[in-house]
């Protein structure tokens, strides 16, 4: 069956330093967004892409950045990780037809200490 | 800009239950709206997508119904269990904007056995 995997699941990083956190989908999908989602903020896009070379910046995307290489993957990266980042980041894909209906992962949970 | 209401943020309702559980949305130029449920820590799932065409969409012992011209959209669940415990957020797709999604911050609904 199709997915999209998040990894790590879970990382403790430090003030400063960069972490890159993975999102891998096997949808085929051409759309691939990033979100963070903080308690009294809901869900909020990063940044997302429509195709291979293709991103685009969301409405939080400031200290963060993503490349897109392939169509499976997006890597999402904390040039310098702040404790503001501290949050739960989603990948989520969907296809660029008609339903544009959302496929998400299961989540990374991050603190920067 | 989109905004994307859900009220109240918790309900708590006996086993057995019908419910509507209510979203509503500024900007009725939309291209989908889309309900997700979210189990603790976990990722977000697709429950129900529905076009800007359609009224509405049913799987099992749910029916999420679409009124764009007043902005509103209801998930109806019926006979609820315990097992229904868990957000549901709707999010909506705004027309021409190639499958980003505006989120509400959800509903977080308790059913008691």
């Known amino acids: 069956d199709a997915e999209i995997t998040q990894s790590p699941r879970h990382k403790i990083t430090e003030t400063g330093r960069q972490v890159t956190l993975a999102c891998h989908q096997t949808?085929?999908?051409?759309?691939m967004f990033w979100y963070r989602q903080d308690l009294g903020h809901g869900l909020r896009l990063i940044h997302y892409?429509?195709?291979?070379?293709?991103?685009n910046k969301g409405e939080v995307s400031d200290g963060y950045s993503v490349s897109r290489s392939n169509t499976e993957d997006l890597p999402l990266t904390l040039e310098s990780a702040a404790s503001s980042q501290t949050s739960v980041y989603f990948c989520?894909?969907?296809?660029?037809?008609?339903?544009?209906?959302?496929?998400f992962g299961p989540g990374t949970r991050l603190t920067v200490t | 800009k989109q905004e994307v209401t859900q009220i109240p943020a918790a309900l708590s309702v006996p086993e057995g239950e019908n419910l509507v559980l209510n979203c509503s949305f500024t900007?009725?130029?939309?291209?989908?709206l889309q309900w997700f449920r979210q189990d603790p820590g976990k990722g977000l799932t697709s429950l129900l997508l529905?076009?800007?065409?359609?009224r509405e969409q049913t799987s099992g012992r749910l029916n999420a119904s679409l009124d764009k011209s007043s902005g509103r959209s209801t998930l109806y669940i019926a006979a609820s269990q315990p097992g229904d415990s868990a957000t549901y957020l709707c999010?909506?797709?705004?027309?021409?904007?190639?499958?980003?999604?505006?989120f509400g911050k959800g509903i977080t609904l308790s059913v008691r056995p």
């Open positions: 989520a894909s969907s296809d660029g037809g008609q339903s544009y209906e959302q496929y």
């Open positions: 949808w085929n999908h051409n759309n």
């Open positions: 892409s429509y195709g291979v070379q293709d991103t």
């Open positions: 900007d009725s130029a939309i291209y989908n």
């Open positions: 529905i076009q800007s065409s359609q």
């Open positions: 999010a909506v797709c705004r027309t021409g904007a190639n499958s980003k999604l505006t």
